[in-house]
């Protein structure tokens, strides 16, 4: 089978309020960072595929206004209505199918043009969940609160997700929000739905990201030393009422697909630095062990080896929902290619990029890259 | 060089107005169930599910994760796709395109839609950028209007050759099961004699808005070879799009430049010189009566200016030389979630010659074509003959 690498990779900087760009002028930032970076022209990319959500844009159909900055002008682009990562999937397909050597992968959302709460209410049961007045936030404390039950989890626990997430977004130039908190820190912010805290929740957020997937020969042309896509996968769990919200199925059938198909046994031993799209900070325990990035989740959190999960701060530190995923892997790119900086964690040859969409992880994506 | 794929099975609904009777994850199961049974196959048996659907028109975000026990996605990968008209035949090139990546072997297309639950006219005013356009376009009738009249007077087609496609479409809906406007009876005088909603467009030479939902399954070269007697192989696809703004596009129909490149690309991939010849049938998406005839013209079945003559010489009737839209088309059935989809499954079904009272006889090689977003374009070109 052919394989895939990355050549390349941008994001903007996350704000609450990009204010002075509309939606199509970030995706045209990035796009023309990557183009510029790699030294690709645009007239060589023949595929394109984008992540974008119509609710959050204001706008029907509206990959439509990216078409043109993408470079998708009498070319093939697709619009997934998911996750960044989703997107990334689709490209590499595009490429393994043998007819595409490059494919542009892009996600963009500005959570600041609409009322989250109002737009991730759209994704209950219209009939009967609706009038409740239920969110993206609501459900995830539902799910927080029966997970930290179930596994025993104090809310300090918890919280130290958000203590190292924020500590470790302080190295990450695009973070929008970073800081040294402490534990109490934390559980003093704002309760927004108990039990999750302000700290403890992805803030509105407003940015773009892209990246350039290219065959292994258009590869091997460009780097010595490429990152390569070796595994991926897939997976949709139950409707969120249909299940309980303390177990991530959905998540585990999606690592073992990928483990499986990057020939991984201890993912704990040989994932070196893992991107998780936490949302919110009971996710990121819920995710690492799904993910069997560690035995004990108490005491990793404790250790330095944490420093290896979300090295960029995550989502918590502000990146918007669809675009969080696509982000992930190029964080996770950023690692294996060393061009992590500040946030750089030595030696990681193996990371793993995990996407979710849908009322508490309902569709998770993982995917494993490799440097050579 | 890419594996081959085929199609093996296809299920629609029975499209109407309002099905009343079931929802959304109800409507969808139809579909597949229908498909399924096509093939003689279960769930087990599907590696990956594919969706296309225009959720601002439901109101929605993510409707296809709420109405998952309705198409048996239960811990298999998924992935929906939103592109407008075009959605449809967007999620049938990605099953394609991941079948022939060797990622997955059988792959499950569906397109749904249920218009009769939200407003889809209100939610196609958004299309326009907010600023430049949403003010003066109101709608999908207005944009077509527009259209027309560009390309009446390009071309010299009159409004009674546009009618001719409207009744050529609601009479080939008759032997369709499943298509929605089904009108023995309809004359061209009906259609001129219909409310104008926006000159030149009259509300017969428009199509309707229907619910409807439409699985379509993929397989790769051994399990298709196995599984169907006729398979429907996947000769050719491509896509290409038209820029943002309508003034970008001035002659519009008259020159479809998406079409013209996503077509010519797909002949040559398909090894096609004289589409007019070598295609058997074709399924187009043809959103309003004058749109049939200028994509005949952008799609080479005639020379520019001749679409009207094309019609009116029986050319793409149902016992003509290429009959186009033996279905009844979009101009007889619109979910627009599933529009673009139905046009690669009735295409199939003519190659694996299951199309019943509607089967061009002998099909052989066959065009499906997808529209929407701001003019841009799908093509899927399948055949009896293993690309």
């Known amino acids: 089978m052919r394989r895939v690498a990355i050549l390349g990779a941008a994001q903007t900087r996350f704000e609450a309020c990009k204010a002075s760009l509309a939606y199509n002028e970030l995706v045209y930032g990035v796009v023309r960072e990557v183009l510029d970076r790699t030294g690709v022209p645009m007239r060589e990319i023949e595929s394109m595929v984008t992540a974008s959500q119509d609710a959050y844009d204001g706008k029907t159909i509206s990959g439509m206004a990216i078409n043109e900055v993408v470079g998708a002008y009498l070319k093939s682009e697709a619009k997934v209505a998911a996750d960044g990562l989703q997107a990334l999937l689709y490209g590499v397909a595009r490429i393994l199918s043998g007819e595409f050597d490059l494919t542009l992968v892009v996600a963009h959302c500005k959570e600041s043009e609409g009322d989250p709460a109002a737009i991730t209410g759209l994704m209950f049961d219209p009939?009967?969940?609706?009038?409740?007045?239920?969110?993206?936030?609501?459900?995830?404390?539902?799910?927080?609160?029966?997970?930290?039950?179930?596994?025993?989890?104090?809310?300090?626990?918890?919280?130290?997700?958000?203590?190292?997430?924020?500590?470790?977004?302080?190295?990450?130039?695009?973070?929008?929000?970073?800081?040294?908190?402490?534990?109490?820190?934390?559980?003093?912010?704002?309760?927004?739905?108990?039990?999750?805290?302000?700290?403890?929740?992805?803030?509105?957020?407003?940015?773009?990201?892209?990246?350039?997937?290219?065959?292994?020969?258009?590869?091997?042309?460009?780097?010595?030393?490429?990152?390569?896509?070796?595994?991926?996968?897939?997976?949709?769990?139950?409707?969120?009422?249909?299940?309980?919200?303390?177990?991530?199925?959905?998540?585990?059938?999606?690592?073992?697909?990928?483990?499986?198909?990057?020939?991984?046994?201890?993912?704990a031993r040989e994932i070196h630095v893992a991107e998780i799209s936490a949302r919110y900070a009971h996710e990121e325990l819920m995710a690492i062990e799904a993910l069997g990035l560690h035995p004990n989740l108490v005491e990793l959190i404790a250790q330095?080896?944490?420093?290896?999960?979300?090295?960029?701060?995550?989502?918590?530190?502000?990146?918007?929902?669809?675009?969080?995923?696509?982000?992930?892997?190029?964080?996770?790119?950023?690692?294996?290619?060393?061009?992590?900086?500040?946030?750089?964690?030595?030696?990681?040859?193996?990371?793993?990029?995990?996407?979710?969409?849908?009322?508490?992880?309902?569709?998770?994506?993982?995917?494993?890259?490799?440097?050579? | 060089m890419p594996r081959r794929v085929a199609i093996i099975a296809t299920g629609q609904t029975k499209h109407a107005a309002r099905r009343l009777d079931v929802n959304i994850a109800e409507l969808i199961t139809e579909a597949v169930t229908r498909a399924l049974q096509d093939a003689d196959l279960t769930m087990r048996d599907i590696d990956a599910v594919l969706l296309g659907n225009m959720e601002p028109f439901e109101g929605f975000l993510f409707p296809e994760l709420w109405a998952v026990e309705g198409w048996g996605g239960y811990m298999k990968p998924s992935v929906k796709f939103n592109t407008g008209g075009t959605v449809g035949t967007t999620t049938a090139i990605a099953a394609y395109y991941y079948v022939a990546s060797g990622?997955?072997?059988?792959?499950?297309?569906?397109?749904?839609?249920?218009?009769?639950?939200?407003?889809?006219?209100?939610?196609?005013?958004?299309?326009?950028?907010?600023?430049?356009?949403?003010?003066?376009?109101?709608?999908?009738?207005?944009?077509?209007?527009?259209?027309?009249?560009?390309?009446?007077?390009?071309?010299?087609?009159?409004?009674?050759?546009?009618?001719?496609?409207?009744?050529?479409?609601?009479?080939?809906?008759?032997?369709?099961?499943?298509?929605?406007l089904q009108m023995p009876d309809i004359t061209v005088e009906d259609v001129l004699k219909s409310e104008m909603l926006a000159y030149p467009v009259k509300r017969l030479d428009m199509c309707p808005q229907s619910d409807g939902a439409v699985a379509?399954?993929?397989?790769?070269?051994?399990?298709?070879?196995?599984?169907?007697?006729?398979?429907?192989?996947?000769?050719?696809?491509?896509?290409?799009?038209?820029?943002?703004?309508?003034?970008?596009?001035?002659?519009r129909l008259a020159e479809m430049r998406s079409l013209i490149a996503a077509s010519r690309r797909a002949y040559q991939a398909a090894g096609i010189t004289n589409p007019r010849r070598e295609l058997d049938v074709a399924e187009i998406y043809e959103v309003a009566s004058f749109a049939e005839l200028a994509m005949y013209e952008n799609l080479g079945f005639c020379e520019r200016g001749e679409g009207g003559k094309l019609i009116d010489a029986g050319v793409t009737e149902l016992t003509g030389e290429l009959p186009v839209n033996p279905s009844g088309g979009v101009l007889s059935t619109n979910p627009i979630g599933a529009t673009a989809l139905i046009r690669v499954a009735e295409a199939a079904l003519q190659i694996m010659g299951k199309a019943g009272r509607r089967q061009v006889e002998g099909a052989r090689t066959a065009l499906a074509t997808g529209y929407g977003g701001n003019a841009w374009t799908d093509i899927l070109i399948l055949s009896r003959e293993k690309p």
């Open chain 1, 127 to 267: 009939f009967v969940q609706r009038p409740l007045h239920l969110d993206e936030l609501t459900a995830a404390a539902l799910q927080a609160r029966r997970y930290c039950r179930k596994k025993g989890l104090a809310p300090e626990d918890v919280a130290l997700v958000s203590v190292k997430a924020h500590r470790q977004a302080l190295k990450n130039p695009y973070a929008q929000r970073a800081g040294m908190f402490s534990v109490s820190d934390v559980l003093a912010s704002p309760l927004l739905a108990d039990p999750i805290h302000e700290l403890e929740a992805a803030p509105r957020s407003d940015g773009a990201c892209a990246l350039l997937l290219a065959s292994e020969a258009r590869a091997r042309a460009h780097t010595d030393r490429p990152v390569f896509i070796i595994g991926i996968g897939n997976c949709t769990d139950a409707y969120w009422t249909e299940r309980d919200l303390a177990e991530a199925r959905a998540l585990q059938e999606a690592a073992r697909r990928a483990y499986a198909m990057a020939g991984i046994r201890e993912p």
């Open chain 1, 304 to 372: 330095e080896r944490a420093a290896c999960i979300n090295p960029s701060g995550g989502p918590l530190c502000g990146n918007p929902p669809t675009v969080s995923g696509l982000l992930r892997a190029i964080e996770a790119y950023a690692q294996l290619s060393g061009e992590a900086g500040a946030r750089q964690i030595e030696g990681a040859r193996t990371a793993l990029a995990h996407g979710a969409g849908g009322i508490c992880g309902q569709n998770q994506t993982v995917v494993i890259l490799q440097r050579e």
């Open chain 2, 103 to 180: 990622i997955y072997d059988t792959v499950m297309a569906i397109g749904f839609q249920k218009q009769s639950e939200g407003h889809t006219q209100t939610a196609i005013t958004t299309v326009g950028d907010p600023i430049w356009e949403r003010s003066v376009m109101a709608g999908a009738i207005g944009n077509f209007a527009v259209m027309a009249t560009t390309y009446m007077h390009e071309s010299g087609v009159t409004e009674e050759q546009a009618a001719k496609v409207a009744v050529k479409a609601r009479r080939n809906a008759c032997l369709n099961e499943y298509a929605h």
């Open chain 2, 216 to 251: 379509v399954i993929f397989a790769e070269e051994s399990k298709a070879q196995r599984l169907a007697p006729r398979p429907a192989w996947i000769k050719a696809v491509a896509t290409a799009h038209e820029q943002q703004y309508m003034g970008d596009s001035p002659k």
